[in-house]
């Protein structure tokens, strides 16, 4: 298949901001601790990376100010990066689940499941290890769609017909064309819409 892309850097993963590996191995130091503290400690920092690495994902897909703005919970968070295709195992929201009993019902949490913990969050991080980047821009020539998500408008534009574009330069000249307003596009999906939004995403994104 024939792609031509252009992504852009997340801010989340830029600079001095905590990584989701950073709180991950704050969880292992605390765990080493061996006592109560530590483990609750722990726990506090598995969540913390799993909710950061969460908001990764987000960002990838253009909806971590959405989810910031509307004050996504942590359930909220599971539903939409699944409706976007991304896998989400179950037991996060065990996690979850474990670390609100810890906070509101004052659950002390033993070695074990927080050592399963940490390695469930691990695995969980690592799958997206690779997921730095946005994309803004994507041509598939092969299945002639153009895709681009403009985040200044909070809308994804949808065209066909990808040998025009290939004649007006190819994703330069796409930029150019869409920022001049030469080219209409076959769907424009506001980011209100958050069901056709993460549709689209998971059809042109993850194709």
């Not at 574009?165 to 796409?174: A, D, M, N, Y």
Request: glycine share 4%; aromatic share 8%; charged share 25%.
């Amino acid at each position: 298949m024939t792609r031509a892309m252009i992504t852009i850097p997340l801010m989340l993963m830029k600079g001095n901001n905590l990584k989701p590996m950073d709180y991950l191995n704050y969880a292992r130091c605390d765990i080493s601790e061996d006592d109560s503290r530590g483990l609750v400690n722990a726990l506090g920092n598995v969540k913390r990376a799993i909710d950061s690495q969460l908001d990764v994902i987000l960002e990838a897909y253009g909806l971590w100010k959405l989810s910031v703005k509307d004050k996504w919970n942590f359930p909220k968070k599971i539903d939409v990066i699944r409706r976007v295709g991304v896998v989400a195992p179950n037991i996060l929201n065990l996690i979850n689940s474990r670390r609100n009993q810890l906070e509101h019902y004052h659950r002390k949490p033993n070695s074990k499941e927080v050592t399963e913990f940490v390695d469930i969050a691990e695995l969980f991080i690592r799958l997206f290890k690779s997921m730095t980047h946005r994309t803004e821009v994507l041509i598939d020539y092969d299945s002639d769609f153009a895709f681009f998500m403009d985040l200044e408008q909070n809308v994804i534009q949808i065209y066909d017909n990808t040998k025009m574009l290939l004649e007006v330069g190819g994703i330069e000249g796409f930029k150019a064309a869409i920022k001049n307003d030469d080219i209409i596009p076959l769907q424009i999906i506001p980011i209100s819409d958050l069901d056709a939004w993460a549709d689209a995403c998971g059809r042109y994104i993850m194709k």
